[in-house]
């Protein structure tokens, strides 16, 4: 089966060119530029079928880093399985998702990695991909990192945050490091100082500060930009590649890029929800309303200017990815865990689908640039763990994920208007998108057509990922 994809204008990090392109089964075949004939002088006659992309943008399929289907979180599990989170994750145009395989401490992490193959096998309606969490680093989890790697699980996320779940003590974090120095995967970090935050969430539940709002409050930009900085400071020691996740304070961004400046193999992710939503506005939202917005690191303060900064860092390149880090919890009974006591409420945002839409939108708010856009939430990521170039770029010899953007065209995000996750409520609510995801192609094949869905779940293979195209 062959598809062109004719009169669009193709875009990647090197900027925005028309094109024709081919796809022949899963792969793309060639990228003709107008005039090129070299392939004969009318290919739509050949082909078995033809796409008008006049007017609109050919983008390589978004590849979302970071996800949690099925997460257990607070007691209870993230709502999207990966069945509804994948076929979310379509409708948006992301074609590759990474998820986190959760290592609990305690359990050998070869058994976490077979049960996340095991949840995700067979279920999905895109590609994707693990990276590993290590809950518990011990002589046995070190060594299983380095089995991991050939198995193309390159990448393994601690945690300085979640005392007595998660949490890693400096001296593992060191030792986890110094695993990854040693086989070349990329340390994740969670980086806020979660023995500080027990102390100050203590305070605050004591002196009878209960809403949602105080689980920003009470994890305050210090705790990450110390946590980020300390990070830093032992990836340095131990020379691993450092990827520090979610970033929400412009201070922390502030010691990545320092020590960008000193190359080292440092790097800094944000997501939708730090870019464009905040404390006073969803947050402190009245009575327990604001738990849709509990997730860590939080939500910070608008007045204090982190949502500008945060752009700017995205355009130099201090911050190199966005993904949504989409852990979806329900507002009835999951989060409402949390009536009375925030620290009880799910931590987790659910944003799978609405990625490349609101970040075009910072296209046309004039904030990036249409193709750093793609870069961040598509080409980086997929350099960045591994996948390159067989996603993240459309080149001949890469997969045939695709996505045709329409300018002219309008998303208008809501519950009842165009929610797929699987979630009792949008945290996206009535914002409006100047641009529209008309088409989204996974592997040669059509998943999403004109607000129809034409995917099915089984389609998504797993993808074993090399290590990071961008260490030194
Ligand atoms: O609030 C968040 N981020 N939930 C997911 C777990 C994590 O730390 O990434
Ligand atoms: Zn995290
Ligand atoms: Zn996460």
């Known amino acids: 089966m062959t598809t062109l994809i004719k009169n669009g204008l193709v875009i990647s990090p090197q900027g925005a060119i028309p094109s024709d392109v081919l796809i022949d089964g899963e792969k793309i075949v060639a990228v003709l530029t107008p005039g090129d004939t070299s392939l004969g002088t009318n290919l739509s006659a050949g082909a078995d079928r033809v796409i008008d992309a006049a007017g609109k943008y050919v983008i390589p399929g978004g590849v979302d880093a970071h996800t949690h289907m099925e997460l257990p979180f607070g007691g209870t599990f993230a709502s999207d399985t990966f069945d509804t989170g994948t076929r979310a994750a379509a409708w948006g145009g992301t074609t590759t998702i990474i998820d986190f395989a959760v290592q609990k401490y305690g359990e050998r992490v070869q058994d976490s990695l077979a049960a996340w193959h095991e949840k995700a096998g067979g279920n999905t309606h895109i590609d994707y991909s693990f990276h ?7 002589d046995d989890s070190l060594k299983a990192m380095d089995e991991l790697v050939n198995e193309g699980i390159t ?38 100082n979660g023995l500080a935050i027990d102390v100050l969430v203590s305070q605050a539940l004591a002196a009878g500060n209960t809403d949602p709002k105080y689980h920003s409050l009470t994890r305050p930009w210090e705790t990450e930009a110390e946590a980020t900085n300390r990070a830093i400071m032992l990836a340095r020691m131990t020379g691993a590649p450092l990827y520090i996740v979610h970033m929400s304070a412009k201070q922390a961004v502030q010691v990545v890029q320092a020590a960008k400046n000193e190359a080292l193999n440092v790097f800094g992710e944000t997501c939708p929800q730090y870019l464009y939503l905040s404390l006073e506005e969803q947050l402190s939202q009245p009575g327990f309303e604001g738990a849709k917005w509990v997730c860590s690191t939080p939500l910070r303060s608008k007045a204090e200017g982190h949502q500008d900064e945060l752009w700017k860092y995205l355009r130099t390149n201090d911050l190199s990815i966005v993904s949504t880090d989409h852990c979806p919890f329900c507002f009835k009974e999951q989060k409402e865990l949390g009536l009375g006591n925030f620290s009880a409420i799910p931590n987790g945002i659910g944003s799978v689908e609405h990625r490349l839409d609101l970040l075009y939108q910072g296209v046309v708010d004039g904030k990036i640039s249409l193709h750093r856009w793609v870069e961040i939430c598509s080409t980086t990521p997929a350099r960045m763990f591994g996948l390159y170039p067989q996603k993240g770029v459309i080149a001949p010899g890469s997969d045939a994920d695709i996505v045709i953007y329409d300018p002219a065209g309008r998303t208008e995000i809501g519950f009842h208007k165009t929610h797929h996750m699987n979630m009792d409520h949008s945290a996206w609510e009535g914002f409006n998108i100047e641009g529209h995801v008309d088409t989204v192609i996974s592997r040669g094949k059509i998943v999403v057509d004109n607000n129809e869905y034409l995917g099915h779940m089984g389609h998504g293979k797993f993808i074993k990922r090399g290590l990071s195209q961008y260490l030194i």
């Open 132 to 138: 590993q969490i290590i809950g518990g680093v011990d």
């Open 155 to 192: 990448s393994f996320k601690l945690f300085m945050a979640y005392p007595g779940v998660f949490y890693s003590d400096d001296g593992q974090i060191v030792r986890a490091m110094q695993s990854a120095a040693n086989n070349g995967s990329m340390i994740m970090m969670h980086a806020e």
